[in-house]
């Protein structure tokens, strides 16, 4: 096994090589979408870097608003010429990219006639999903086009500040890249979803968005912002703006008092608790899951306050109380992979595979509420079910299984199931996100941010196993996996094939439902 992953070794240690490398080779290389996929990868941070930015608590870097001002300067724009962009800012703990997709959606069918970006993180299979227009992502040539552009602007203006650094970190070149990409299509209309937190995110340099939003907020990134709930709200409230539109959905009162004071300190236009959605008992929705009801209700005020500005009609529109035809088209067209989703194994007819990335105690609760109900997860006569997780080593995969567990229990007994937990799986996989079985990742999933020793000794693997073993003492060890990579996950599950049904649940992590996407060949029913 050591074997298999010796060429991540040099990868990790010696990033600095690999980006001096790539400055160096402008005119030498090729530029299609490969070769800038293996740029972008050499703009990650490490495995060591973020385990000492986690070992030194809660502290962002104070600099990281002015040094994405002047990374926005040195490929030539400013922070006013952000407006042209009509931005909407979506920011939250769980259910942000659900609600960009709902906003999206609903935009592009009120006015079809427009061009509507949409960035988003991260991406399932490849990296260019996160940069959309009218629904679709770049293509590979235009990724390329867009990426070297910027690549060679910061190449040509150099930094202004003692101390900035020479080249942004990856999402920081993916959100400049997204930027030049809108100005250049003249975009109608931008969703901008923020990577992490809000006050520091890379996205938070728009002066004057038309609205911005907050989805359901919980723990999460505790290592960057705060473990408390409103530590956690402070930050994300920090995309609030003057004279710009503040909405919430419903919080716990300790983040909702966080986030009302954060718009009046900001001096925001107003702040909104949005309603619960118009008509939702008869509204349908293109995304599964009971949580996205409240996505949608956001996605629909945000979006009726964004059409009324931008035609200035109203500066204080009353909440939609009807929903219009095109609202409702919108709502039942949105489609988001990997959450909440289910795709029929193209190659094996007997094989189901549910896919979400939930990756917080909240949203794990959710996606085995999705999940474990009649027609789904609870059918006759009774599949075989298997789990397969994975989470990054910084989150608690105790208290995430024990959640999973703790959850389905309810639901079994509140459907009547004379089903025991214990015994709801019949195998469990935990696996590492590297694709596939030889230790290569596939290029748009390379992720550097995984330890080298992790990967070789499967630490975080085996803790998960541990813990499964514990949560369930009767859970017979020959049914628990542990296993290297996504493709030896999918091989086993393949073992599996003689059963009369098989469903696979797959949740922890939006790389593990990418990469299972990639390898189990899910692409042209998933995406």
Same mark, same amino acid.
């Given at each position: 096994?050591?074997g298999?992953?010796?060429f991540?070794s040099s990868?990790t240690?010696f ?24 740029r ?5 941070t ?13 502290r962002?870097?104070?600099n990281?608003?002015?040094?994405m001002i002047?990374?926005?300067e ?6 006013e010429?952000?407006?042209?962009l009509?931005v909407?800012h ?6 942000k ?6 906003t ?13 970006g949409?960035?988003?993180?991260p ?5 260019r999903e996160?940069?959309?227009?009218n629904?679709k992502?770049?293509s590979?040539?235009?990724f390329?086009?867009?990426?070297f552009e ?6 040509k ?8 650094p020479?080249?942004?970190g ?11 990409t809108f ?7 931008t969703i901008l ?6 006050a520091?995110d890379s996205t ?11 989805t ?13 709930i409103?530590?956690i ?15 919430s ?7 909702m ?12 236009a107003?702040f ?11 509204v349908?929705l ?26 200035a ?6 909440p939609?109380?009807q929903l219009?035809?095109?609202f409702?088209?919108g709502?039942?067209?949105?489609r988001?992979?990997?959450r909440?989703q ?11 595979? %549910?896919? =979400? @990335?939930a990756?917080t105690?909240?949203?794990? /609760?959710c ?6 109900? #009649?027609? +789904? ?10 789990l397969?997780f994975n989470?990054?080593?910084g989150?608690?995969?105790p ?10 229990r309810?639901?079994l ?22 694709? %596939?079985? =030889? @230790? ?6 390379? /992720?550097?941010?995984?330890s080298n020793?992790?990967? #070789?000794? +499967?630490t975080?693997?085996h ?12 859970f017979?060890s ?7 990579s996504?493709?030896h ?6 073992r ?8 696979v649940?797959?949740?922890?992590s ?11 060949g899910?692409?042209?029913?998933a995406?």
């Amino acid at each position: 096994m050591r074997g298999s992953f010796a060429f991540l070794s040099s990868y990790t240690r010696f990033p600095s090589l690999y980006l001096k490398r790539f400055l160096r080779c402008k005119t030498m290389c090729t530029r299609n979408y490969q070769d800038a996929i293996e740029r972008l990868n050499s703009l990650q941070t490490n495995a060591a870097a973020l385990e000492a930015a986690r070992a030194a608590g809660p502290r962002l870097n104070p600099n990281a608003i002015p040094e994405m001002i002047e990374f926005l300067e040195r490929i030539e724009y400013t922070c006013e010429d952000l407006n042209t962009l009509n931005v909407i800012h979506i920011t939250g703990t769980k259910g942000k990219g659900s609600t960009s997709a709902f906003t999206d959606s609903i935009l592009r069918h009120v006015r079809p006639h427009w061009k509507v970006g949409l960035y988003t993180s991260p991406h399932l299979v490849a990296v260019r999903e996160r940069i959309r227009i009218n629904g679709k992502s770049l293509s590979e040539e235009d990724f390329a086009k867009y990426f070297f552009e910027v690549w060679d602007r910061l190449q040509k203006n150099g930094p202004k500040t003692p101390d900035f650094p020479v080249m942004p970190g990856y999402f920081r070149y993916l959100t400049l890249m997204a930027f030049h990409t809108f100005m250049s299509e003249r975009v109608d209309a931008t969703i901008l979803e923020v990577g992490i937190g809000g006050a520091g995110d890379s996205t938070n340099i728009v002066p004057r968005p038309i609205v911005t939003g907050i989805t359901s907020l919980g723990l999460d990134h505790t290592a960057v912002l705060g473990k408390t709930i409103g530590a956690i709200a402070w930050q994300k409230g920090g995309i609030y703006k003057a004279r710009v539109p503040a909405l919430s959905v419903t919080q716990r009162d300790e983040a909702m008092e966080v986030l009302k004071e954060r718009a009046k300190e900001l001096q925001a236009a107003y702040f909104m608790e949005v309603p619960s959605l118009p008509g939702s008992g008869f509204v349908k929705l293109g995304l599964a899951g009971e949580h996205q009801v409240q996505n949608a209700a956001l996605a629909v005020q945000m979006a009726h306050i964004f059409l009324r500005s931008v035609d200035a009609s109203e500066s204080r529109p009353k909440p939609l109380s009807q929903l219009p035809t095109p609202f409702l088209t919108g709502l039942e067209y949105t489609r988001w992979p990997g959450r909440c989703q289910t795709v029929l194994d193209p190659h094996y007819q007997n094989t189901t595979w %549910y896919l =979400d @990335g939930a990756h917080t105690v909240e949203s794990l /609760s959710c996606c085995i509420r999705w999940f474990v109900q #009649v027609g +789904l997860g609870l059918k006759e006569p009774q599949p075989t079910r298997v789990l397969i997780f994975n989470c990054t080593s910084g989150r608690s995969g105790p208290a995430f299984l024990g959640a999973i567990l703790e959850e389905t229990r309810e639901l079994l007994l509140r459907h009547g199931r004379e089903e025991n937990v214990e015994d709801f799986f019949s195998h469990v996989i935990f696996c590492s996100n590297v694709t %596939y079985a =030889d @230790g290569h990742f596939k290029g748009d999933l390379t /992720s550097r941010a995984l330890s080298n020793s992790d990967l #070789v000794n +499967l630490t975080t693997q085996h803790e998960l196993a541990a813990a499964w073993s514990q949560l369930i003492p009767q859970f017979p060890s020959e049914a628990i996996y542990v296993l290297p990579s996504i493709e030896h996950a999918v091989r086993t599950v393949r073992r599996f094939s003689n059963a009369a049904r098989i469903d696979v649940l797959v949740a922890g992590s939006l790389h593990l439902v990418g990469g299972i996407i990639e390898v189990a060949g899910l692409a042209s029913s998933a995406l």
